[in-house]
């Protein structure tokens, strides 16, 4: 049965609960829980984490704890019953626990680890406390450090400050605010000390900080490792100040034995001193420890024969010194002991030991000798500071260690009165003695010993040095040979009090011999008595002492017979007449010095005070006596300070009428002795002696007539020191005056009462009266009435002794109101007046509520006044603290209305007025305290107090100022962050009594500034103060620990809510008002609804469409709204404010007021485009705040712009933003992007002079100016991103702007600048960028990303791979997509993120440039990858049945054709597809392609090495010859054939026939071109290779035997193979040298081939047309489509090679088991592997010729690093051979061609096949011959020619050189920067062989690798000496058709192809040949210099005005008769394509 609890109530859990049982509560070891009711050993109650759940749990898992119950049953609260301090520990451990894990998180290791120390330390301080074992000092002392600890977290973490009382948090309901910011700058303070270590002393609460801290120093020796000097030694230790030149402590003595240890073994570990007493002065002086080593041993060391060795002396050894200053930083930062070694030197000259330190210290290093080793002297070291109690107190294992204390010479500079001392101190200076006949100086050793008047020696009289027990006799050291020693030796006599009189020192005088009976002979002595005659103690000086003769026979049984003689000079003078005959002689020529110094309680050096305590015996001089004792040093006189007093006030009595003033001005004198810091202690000692000890009864009216006497003096005297004395001394008079009236009354019982009242108001007139004097002119004066002032408060006290309360207070209110109440007394005495009045206010008099009453005006009256005044603005916010404080704490009392109310009338206004001067000043310190002050009065006023206040007005124009005020104070209030943000308390205090103000204030708004009296200026001031409030970063709840809101909820509420009703009851009474707001108030209160208060935005957002009634009311739309609110939803959403959930209240909120208006439509149109904005605002912010990469910044910006531009067209937002993004790509490194985007602001501005205001960083100027600065800029940008081409456009549109200027200088400049884009065009290098798709699926996406697709362009060098992981590190959360096909609804609905990525093939615009034949490649490569709106991608699959012997027949492939909203690039690195296209290309479509496209790549490779002639490296020729002939053979075309020539398939497709000739055609086309290339391969194959090129020659014949059937007649076509040749053939090979023309003549079929022709893949020699097929890259493990091995089939069915079945190229796989079709397609690697190409050009692009693939091998050489392998990640599966083995050929010519290299250049290869040779394809028309391999393998070193310098070709003539990247196998190429190569050495040009001339003339650079990628070294040609070279007629397009007669003079049976023919029959063949005239290619016609060079045709035509059509045309070459090549007249605009479309159908009906 469940039963409620009554004792168990609270528990902590000690056992973690799993709540496995029904009802179960889940419980974490360490929570709390308040238990509500039990059943057998199971408890139901609540975590106090999570108190709105109940639970089970059982009860051995909890530890109960006592508690307090309040409110018992259903509702009760439990506050557990423990020190408040464990509680907060508790609680600050467990919020710490989450920030400190976070601390490691964000790398603050540091912090953690300080972190977890102090939190280690405050478990065990409050398991300290817990215990219950702590003494109440301890306890107080556990605490002191752990609130230092708990303040120091808390800074450290930014937490809050907790404001503390000792020790315990503070109840800010308990105190004023006041008090309460007092508290809060007591705790920042305290904090601020600690946090430079963490438990640094600090004063503790209440205690009085006036008192100095001693310092002590902790010496310990630990041992004395100089071991050589094999005797005892003594050392002695002490403090030296060097400046003053003097020791200023007494001596630590330490007694070694020779071994080093201590002589006693009781102090071993125990030698130790403390110097104490030394004060923060002493501790700057220039202070050193001094070490004095005496050895006790033989006279000299080394030297056994000086002296017996039983006799010992005391010898100086050596001396070592630390200084304090350079230790004391390390000292104070550590708390234990220090270790130090000190070097002991050895004094070079014994005369000078007395010196020795000091000149160690000066390093004199002539004097000392240095120790040979560095051994010394070992001590630690520790600073200790507080008084000896403290000390004894903290560190209670120092002193259990036989602790010497080692006390300062002199007294200290506090003189406790307790403590009684009596010690005097000698120093033996010096003596001077005679030579005594001997041939060398004496050794010279004192004895001496202190007698008492008996002549008895005293015992244990005299001290070596603390650390040891005194002793009777002292024996100096002996100086060797010295007749004049000095010692310089301090010993204290500590002599008892009672022996001190009488007693006298002898000093005796011996001669040590060193000879062998070694005795010591007397041969003098002195002496001296300790007190003088007159009683007086020694002085503190040098004293000469008489020496006098004696020998060892002398006796001094009889000391009265030398204490008869003089000691001294001084005592000789006394008495002159000493008879001569006496026993001893002086001897005059010996002297003998000391010198002393009495530090003693008891005996006083004073003659004056000796007469003032014995003035009885001399009654006649008591006169002089009282005059003389201000001249009697502090000291003395507090050490006698009770019979002082007492024979004062004998005095007194004695005769008052004689002495009554002498003696006052006495008692004015000590008392204000006893002020001074040193003596203040001793004030305790007077308040006793008042107290107890003083009995003069009848001292009152002596005391009163002399204090009156001296005021009533005040106004005449111009010399008043004496006067302001006795002011100052006024408290303790005031006391004694009391103290003796009560004396007299208890002694008279109470008699002359009325005589002592009325002398005590005689007396309070006389102040009033010395108050009320005019002081201005008198300086004396005002010090009178200062001192008076100050000292007035202290005698409230003794006269509440006499007098009543009132009394007091009315003496008290009359000498305060007789002050002149202006405030132009003079600054000074403003001070000292508030002052006395603050510490009234402080008195206890002011606490009583009787005298408030009587004090608080006139207290007010003076503050009120400086408060106008605005000076001593602190002074008066400290008395008003005080006052408050007060006025609190006595609360309860109703007198306190009174009060209040007196504060309100007197300060409210004053207060305001203060507060506004102060907050325009930014005075922080005073601003706080004068708010603490105002928030204190309002938080006393109750709704009387407001009700007066508002009742109190006179007039409307009187309430508006003062709401206005108090408004704009509360406003400043909270934007000026008056308290400092951790301040928490603070200012939720302050938020609470605004909020509560506000209240009172608004129905006072309501009521009179509403209606007729409506004032714009208070509601303004009302609502702004309103929107601050909401918006206070203090009560933003949400971003607090729950622990933390519970508790403000709890105590406040949240005051945003009660704010926000108020704030919209107010808005609701304006009524028709309203409309002046509009659109004020809009900004505003869009930030009060963007405040995360669900409750705040429901109260608030109705408000905007209550706006846009009004509006439409007024002005028949809302446009002013809508402006307002489109504005400020930007800025504020981009400070940080608003969410989603907002976004969807503002948008269900407003559409569900606005359905109902009757402009419905639009207002719906307007909060849809809001919340469109809006979606678009947050994703912008949350990429700019979080750690987002660059790409999501850069797509969120642009999405937001194009927002701006087209959906609201907000122009100066839309530029806002432009800059925004510009920014971003700058600091990307977009060049190319930034100018795009710079571009659309430039676009807006016209080239007119109108001006420009300054917006965002640009100056005031006009639009010309800014628009000229913002071409520039672009084109600056332009620049830096190498895309000059679209600069230039910019360049001529400022060229014009300046030439219509006359502005020749620019330009000029300007021009310079355009000529020297066109150099870079030319000269430069620029990658090819790749192209990705990006699909971004699933709602967890930002907005402007969700479910869309986009093209990116890459990063320089960035392949797929790449590109993926950084898709996938920009978006850590999503999930790569393992297919190409659209994601279907699941998935775009999903809360998930989904990738899906591809690379793409731009598809270009400017189509004719490319076709274009004499445009160098460097410009076609900036056409192909620039201004791209279209991309392509290829994906293969099988149309139904698959046909197992050809799968080509149903090989389809789907091609995917995106266009893009813009052309890339532009002002963003990827834009949104706006529209895609699926087309299916067709199994025969397809084929035709594959065939075009390697017929293209081969003419391509042809055609390089025509042009080059090159005896050379022809591997690449090789293995694209074998590649195709070979696969021929083994039925590459022949499944074509199979497959479409079949006569079913032609009868099933009728349609096809066009199609299907086509196909025939290509396929006689390609034996043509395989016949031209063998004949090159003929001409240039090594002769090695011979045997390779027979097999190709064979395999030659066999394919084109396998075609005959299909084409008869084919074999005589090829005059490679066969000696004749049909003209069918001769019209081909008139072609065949593969000119750009003939390239262009041949591409007829489709669309897609231009652009296969520049742009191919990297990994192999492959179609074209497929080229897309495996574009995607595959993660994940899922399947496409099929089984894996459906997809092999898929890739094999491209092209029917039968020997390489089942292999796939260039397949990335990144998972375990799909592989996914690679984008080289129907291809093969054979002939080129994937490594050898890193240039841009990627498989996304389809299949190059062959120059385009392999031009970037050798500069990538140069950029890339050497070795480059990727982590194989791919499954790579094989080729497979008839033996199993992989291709020996293919991996051969990879070996050779690319070497040790391995470049990635395909985005889309996976690692694998970069890093292993690729398999050929079984898509392919071509494929390896493994037969090849022994002839490249035995001879692939030996093929590389050596490089040479280079050569150039003819004018305008590019060559593609590929033997750079040549390398031998395993040779790692060099890593060279990339360069042009116009200092590249090359490979040697050799001449042609049918050519005289050979095509080169030397005048021009050459080209090496590829214009394809902006790597490769192009430099331009050099046109302009075109006159040097003789006119070329042998090109290409003119070679005669019977150039390929077997009749010429060629080897047979290989033909070799004339690319360049220049003999005259060619000539004449020519006029003779009918042959059509082609335009020459451009790479061969010089241009003509005289006019201008082609321009790139514009690249943002959408943008720029449209250029001229005059550049790109088509030049023609007529052909009719042989002429210089000049350039032609361009054509009229328009027949450029007409010219190209005429040309190809002639070469067509010339082919057939």
Not at 294 to 318: A, E, F, Q, V, W
Not at 1633 to 1659: A, Y
């Amino acid at each position: 049965m469940w039963t409620p609890t009554e004792e168990e109530k609270y528990g902590v859990v000690i056992c973690s609960f799993r709540g496995s049982v029904p009802q179960g509560l889940v419980l974490e070891i360490g929570e709390t829980v308040q238990i509500l009711e039990k059943c057998e050993g199971w408890y139901r109650g609540v975590s106090t984490k999570k108190p709105n759940v109940k639970g089970i749990f059982p009860a051995n898992y909890i530890h109960l704890k006592k508690a307090i119950v309040s409110n018992r049953g259903q509702y009760e609260t439990v506050v557990p019953l423990e020190d408040s301090i464990v509680t907060e520990v508790t609680a600050t451990l467990q919020e710490w626990a989450s920030l400190w894990k976070q601390l490691y998180v964000k790398h603050k290791v540091d912090l953690f680890y300080k972190l977890r120390h102090v939190m280690n330390e405050l478990i065990d301080l409050r398991r300290q406390l817990l215990s219950g074992h702590l003494t109440q000092d301890q306890v107080r002392e556990v605490k002191r450090h752990i609130t230092v600890r708990l303040d120091w977290g808390n800074e450290h973490l930014g937490l809050d400050l907790v404001p503390r009382k000792d020790f315990e948090v503070v109840d800010s309901d308990q105190i004023s605010v006041s008090d309460l910011y007092k508290m809060h700058l007591s705790s920042r303070q305290s904090v601020q000390q600690s946090t430079s270590q963490v438990d640094t002393m600090r004063p503790r609460h209440g205690e009085t900080c006036r008192m100095p801290v001693p310092h002590h120093f902790f010496l310990s020796l630990k041992s004395f490792t100089y071991n050589t000097i094999g005797e005892d030694t003594d050392v002695f230790f002490s403090l030296y100040d060097m400046r003053e030149g003097k020791q200023i402590s007494e001596r630590f003595l330490v007694r070694l034995n020779k071994n080093g240890g201590p002589r006693n073994p009781e102090k071993i570990e125990r030698m130790c001193a403390l110097f104490t007493d030394l004060s923060s002065k002493d501790m700057k002086r220039d202070l050193y420890i001094v070490a004095h080593v005496i050895r006790i041993g033989r006279m000299l060391l080394n030297d056994s024969k000086k002296g017996p060795p039983h006799l010992h002396y005391r010898r100086p050894y050596g001396c070592a010194v630390l200084s304090i200053l350079d230790v004391l930083q390390s000292l104070t930062e550590v708390k234990e002991e220090k270790d130090f070694v000190l070097k002991v030197y050895t004094c070079n000259n014994e005369s000078e030991w007395s010196q020795i330190h000091e000149n160690i210290i000066r390093k004199s290093s002539a004097k000392y000798s240095a120790p040979s080793a560095s051994h010394g002297l070992i001590i630690s070291l520790q600073l200790l500071r507080g008084d000896m109690e403290q000390i004894r107190r903290e560190n209670p294992m120092i002193f259990n260690r036989g602790l010497a204390i080692t006390r300062k010479l002199g007294f200290p500079d506090v003189i406790m009165p307790g403590d009684i001392r009596n010690d005097l101190y000698l120093t033996l200076e010096k003596g001077d003695f005679e030579r005594g006949g001997k041939s060398v100086q004496k050794n010279i050793e004192v004895t001496m010993y202190v007698l008492y008047a008996d002549g008895e020696i005293l015992k244990d009289c005299i001290s070596l040095g603390s650390g040891e027990p005194n002793r009777s006799s002292y024996h100096s050291f002996v100086l060797y040979h010295s007749n004049s020693p000095r010692w310089g030796e301090i010993i204290k006599l500590p002599i008892p009090i009672d022996r001190f009189r009488g007693s006298h020192l002898r000093f005796e005088f011996r001669h040590c011999s060193t000879k062998d009976k070694g005795e010591k002979k007397l041969f003098g002595f002195a002496f001296s008595t300790l007190m003088r005659d007159d009683g007086t103690t020694l002085s503190d000086d040098i004293h000469e002492l008489y020496v006098y003769k004696c020998d060892e026979n002398s006796t001094f049984n009889n000391h009265a017979l030398y204490l008869g003689l003089p000691c001294c000079k001084e005592d000789y003078n006394g008495c002159p007449n000493i008879p001569s005959s006496l026993i001893f002689q002086r001897s005059t020529k010996e002297s003998f010095f000391i010198s002393t110094q009495l530090s003693s309680t008891k005996l006083t050096q004073n003659v004056d005070l000796l007469a003032l305590l014995k003035w009885k015996a001399f009654p006649d001089r008591i006169m002089d006596v009282l005059g003389r004792l201000r001249h009697v040093s502090g000291e003395e006189i507090v050490k006698f300070l009770q019979d002082i007093l007492d024979t004062l006030f004998v005095i007194l009595d004695d005769n008052t009428e004689k002495y009554g003033l002498l003696v006052f001005q006495s008692l004015v004198f000590i008392i204000n002795l006893l002020r001074d810091i040193k003596y203040f202690h001793f004030r305790p000692v007077m308040d006793t002696y008042i107290q107890k000890h003083f009995a003069g009864a009848l001292a009152y009216k002596e005391l009163i007539r002399c204090l009156k006497w001296y005021m009533d003096c005040s106004a005449e005297l111009i010399r008043q020191d004496h006067i302001q004395e006795a002011m100052r001394a006024l408290e303790y008079l005031f006391k004694f005056i009391v103290q003796s009236r009560i004396l007299y009354s208890r002694a008279t019982c109470g008699m002359e009462e009325e005589q002592f009242r009325s002398s005590i108001q005689e007396l309070f007139q006389s102040i009033r009266f010395v108050l009320s004097l005019d002081s201005r002119n008198s300086e004396t004066l005002l010090f009178t009435q200062a001192a008076l002032l100050n000292s007035f408060p202290t005698i409230f006290d003794e006269l509440l002794q006499m007098f009543t309360v009132q009394e007091v207070a009315e003496f008290v209110r009359g000498t305060l109101g007789s002050m002149p109440s202006t405030v132009h007394i003079g600054q000074s005495m403003d001070v000292v007046k508030l002052q006395s009045i603050a510490r009234t206010v402080d008195s206890r008099l002011f606490s009583f509520s009787e005298s408030r009453r009587i004090l608080l005006p006139v207290v007010l009256h003076h503050i009120h006044l400086h408060l106008r005044q605005q000076k001593e603005l602190l002074i008066c916010s400290g008395i008003l603290g005080s006052i408050f404080s007060i006025v609190k704490t006595s609360s309860l009392e109703a007198d306190v209305m009174e009060e209040v109310e007196m504060m309100v009338e007197s300060l409210l206004d004053v207060l305001l007025q203060t507060l506004l001067t102060i907050m325009s000043k930014s005075h922080a310190q005073e601003a706080g305290e004068y708010v603490s002050c105002l928030l204190s009065l309002l938080r006393q006023m109750c709704d009387t107090h407001f009700q007066h206040l508002l009742d109190n007005f006179q007039s409307k124009d009187e309430l508006k100022e003062f709401l206005l005020k108090i408004f704009c104070v509360f406003r400043n209030l909270m934007k000026m962050s008056v308290f400092p943000r951790d301040w928490m308390v603070m200012r939720l205090l302050t938020s609470n009594i605004i909020v509560t103000t506000v209240q009172y204030l608004s129905s006072a708004l309501h009521k009179n500034f509403t209606e007729t009296d409506f004032d714009f200026k208070v509601w303004n001031s009302y609502f702004s103060l309103a929107v601050l409030f909401i918006n206070q970063p203090s009560l933003q709840l949400e971003i607090i620990t729950s622990a933390k809101r519970k508790k403000i909820l709890d105590k406040y509420g949240d005051m945003r809510v009660m704010m926000a009703y108020e704030l919209f009851s107010m808005w609701q009474n304006l009524g028709e008002h309203k409309i002046h707001f509009i659109p004020g108030m809009i900004g505003p209160f869009l930030g009060v609804t963007l405040v995360p208060q669900p409750e705040v935005r429901n109260i608030m957002i109705p408000i905007f469409h209550d706006m846009m009634d009004w509006e439409q009311r007024k002005n028949g739309n809302f446009k002013q709204v809508e402006a307002e609110l489109i504005d400020k939803l930007d800025s504020m959403v981009s400070e940080g404010k608003g969410d989603e959930s907002y976004r969807e209240l503002f948008s269900l909120l407003l559409l569900e007021k606005v359905e109902q208006e009757t402009w419905r439509e639009t207002g719906i149109s307007f909060v849809t485009s809001v919340t469109r904005l809006m979606e678009r605002l947050l994703d912008y912010r949350d990429c700019m705040k979080g750690e987002e990469t660059e790409n999501k910044k850069i797509g969120c910006t642009v999405n937001l712009m194009n927002f701006y531009k087209s959906e609201i067209n907000k122009e100066e937002m839309y530029i806002r933003y432009i800059h925004k993004l510009c920014d971003m790509h700058l600091q990307a490194e977009n060049y190319t992007e930034a100018a795009f985007t710079l571009l659309l602001y430039c676009e807006l501005l016209q080239w007119e002079d109108r001006p420009l205001r300054e917006f965002l960083h640009y100056p005031s100027q006009t639009e010309w100016q800014r628009k000229e600065g913002l071409c520039r800029k672009i084109i600056h940008y332009f620049n830096k991103g190498k895309s000059w081409e679209f600069g230039i456009p910019l360049c001529r549109e400022l060229a014009c702007q300046y030439e219509s200027l006359y502005d020749y200088q620019s330009l000029s400049w300007i021009r310079k600048m355009e000529a020297s884009y066109y150099d870079n065009i030319m000269e430069q290098q620029r990658l090819e960028p790749e192209f990705f798709r990006v699909g971004f699926y699933g709602r967890k996406f930002p907005f402007f990303l969700r479910n869309k697709e986009y093209v990116c362009r890459g990063h320089d060098y960035e392949r797929l791979e790449a590109f993926q992981q950084r898709m996938l590190s920009e978006f850590p959360q999503a999930v790569a997509m393992q297919h190409p096909n659209h994601p279907d609804d699941a998935i775009l609905q999903c809360d998930a993120q989904y990738l899906q990525i591809y690379a793409v093939t731009p598809i270009p615009d400017y189509v004719d440039v490319l076709q274009m034949d004499r445009v160098p490649d460097r410009v076609k490569s900036f056409y192909r990858v620039n201004n791209v709106r279209k991309f392509r991608y290829d994906r293969p699959f099988h149309k139904g049945p698959k046909d197992k012997e050809n799968e080509f027949k149903s090989l389809w492939i789907e091609r995917t054709t995106l266009t893009l909203t813009h052309s890339l690039p532009g002002i963003s690195r990827w834009f949104e597809v706006e529209r895609r296209e699926l087309v299916e290309v067709s199994p025969l479509e397809n084929a035709i392609q594959v065939v075009e496209n390697k017929n293209q790549e081969l003419r391509s490779l042809i055609s390089q090495y025509q042009h080059k002639q090159v005896h050379g490296n022809i591997n690449l020729l090789s293995m694209c010859l074998n590649g195709v002939i070979d696969a021929a053979v083994n039925g590459g075309i022949a499944r074509y054939q199979e497959a479409f020539f079949d006569k079913d398939y032609i009868n099933k497709h009728p349609g096809d026939a066009e199609k299907i000739t086509q196909l025939k055609e290509l396929m006689q086309e390609q034996v043509h071109v395989l016949g031209v290339g063998l004949a090159v391969h003929e001409k240039f194959v090594h002769p090695e290779m011979r045997p390779l090129h027979k097999k190709l020659i064979d395999q030659f014949q066999m394919m084109r035997a396998s075609l005959y059937h299909e084409f008869p007649g084919l074999d005589k076509l090829s005059p490679a193979c066969s000696g004749t040749s049909t003209p069918r053939g001769n019209v081909l090979a008139s072609h065949s040298p593969m000119s750009p023309e003939s390239i262009k003549m041949t591409h007829r079929h489709s669309p897609m081939n231009l652009m296969g022709t520049g742009r191919h893949s990297s990994s192999s020699l492959s179609s074209h047309a497929s080229s897309e097929a495996g574009n995607m890259v595959m993660l994940g493990d899922g399947s496409m489509g099929d089984a894996p091995e459906d997809l092999y089939h898929h890739m094999q069915l491209a092209y029917p090679n039968p020997r390489y079945q089942g292999s796939v190229t260039n397949v990335s796989v990144l998972s375990s088991s799909q592989a996914s079709p690679s984008s080289s397609s129907l291809s093969s690697t054979h002939s080129a592997p994937s490594q050898m190409i890193t240039s841009a050009p990627s498989s996304a692009r389809g299949s190059p010729s062959l120059p385009d693939k392999y031009r970037h091998a050798r500069e990538m050489m140069l950029l890339l690093p050497t070795y480059r392998d990727r982590p194989s990640s791919a499954m790579y599966p094989a080729a497979i051979l008839e033996n199993g083995q992989p291709p020996n050929f293919q991996r051969a010519l990879f070996q050779q061609v690319v070497g040790a290299c391995k470049p990635c250049s395909d985005p889309n290869l996976s690692v694998a096949e970069k890093a292993v040779p690729a398999a050929p394809s079984s898509w392919s028309l071509d494929s390896g011959a493994q037969e090849a391999q022994p002839f490249l393998s035995a001879h692939m070193g030996r093929i590389l020619a050596p490089p040479v310098p280079p050569r150039s070709l003819l004018h305008g003539h590019y060559s593609l050189h590929f033997d750079a990247f040549h390398h031998p196998l395993g040779d790692t190429p060099p890593a060279l920067p990339a360069r042009t190569l116009r200092k590249s050495p090359l490979h040697p040009i050799p001449a042609s062989p049918t050519s005289p001339q050979s095509g080169l003339d030397g005048s021009n650079s050459t080209l090496s690798g590829s214009a394809s990628s902006g790597v490769s070294s192009l430099s331009e040609s050099n046109f302009g000496h075109s006159s040097e070279a003789p006119p070329r007629t042998d090109t290409m397009d003119s070679m005669p058709s019977q150039a390929w007669n077997a009749d010429e003079d060629l080897e047979p049976p290989y033909l070799p192809v004339h690319y360049s023919l220049s003999e005259s029959a060619v000539l004449d063949s020519i006029k003779a040949q009918p042959c059509r005239s082609h335009s020459a290619p451009g790479c061969v016609i010089p241009q003509d210099p005289m006019d201008p060079p082609a321009l790139p045709p514009k690249p943002y035509h959408p943008r720029l005005p449209a250029l001229e059509h005059d550049e790109g045309v088509l030049l023609r070459e007529e052909t009719e008769r042989p002429r210089g090549l000049h350039r032609k007249a361009p054509l009229p605009p328009g027949s450029a394509k007409e010219e190209q479309a005429r040309m190809a159908w002639e070469h067509g009906r010339g082919e057939q």
